[in-house]
């Protein structure tokens, strides 16, 4: 059986997960904690799987601010359902290596457990994130590529 989580708890969890302060998010956070982010991980260096608090800190403090600063984190949806919340937020952030503004989309799924966060997935809008990282649009025209591709449908 599991533990319904508070709303207030989520609330001061997205908080510290919009303070981008590894301190602040650490209390949240399961030891064994898994954490997904869905998007092209060759490109955005903080998408991939973590596993364990440690990696989710160290993803926190030194992979995702050598990708992008976050300035912005605008939650849109919020939903608390028993032990699990989902979120629509917008991310906006700045690149460290030439001062891109970089503003996309994200869903946000948590599963908690004693009010800790034990699994977090979320995908973002990898097509819009990945234009705006290699700062111009993705051409999809090659003739070389499978039909569906040419024809203008992406997937997610």
């Given amino acids: 059986m599991t533990t319904p989580v508070a709303r207030s708890t989520v609330q001061a969890f997205f908080e510290a997960f919009a303070s981008k302060d590894p301190a602040r998010l650490a209390p949240f956070l399961q030891d064994d904690v898994v954490w997904t982010i869905v998007g092209p991980v060759e ?59 970089i503003s996309y989309r994200c869903t946000q799924f948590v599963r908690f457990v004693d009010d800790k966060v034990a699994d977090y997935r979320s995908i973002i809008d990898s097509f819009d994130a990945a234009e705006q ?22 997937a997610v």
């Fill in 43 to 101: 490109l955005i260096r903080y998408c991939g799987e973590r596993r364990g608090k440690a990696a989710v800190l160290d993803m926190f403090g030194r992979i995702a601010p050598s990708a992008l600063r976050l300035t912005r984190f605008d939650p849109e949806m919020l939903l608390v359902d028993g032990d699990r919340c989902a979120m629509l937020a917008r991310l906006t952030g700045v690149t460290p290596e030439d001062g891109r503004t």
């Fill in 133 to 154: 990282f290699l700062g111009h649009p993705i051409d999809l025209s090659d003739q070389r590529a499978p039909a569906w591709r040419r024809e203008g449908v992406v």
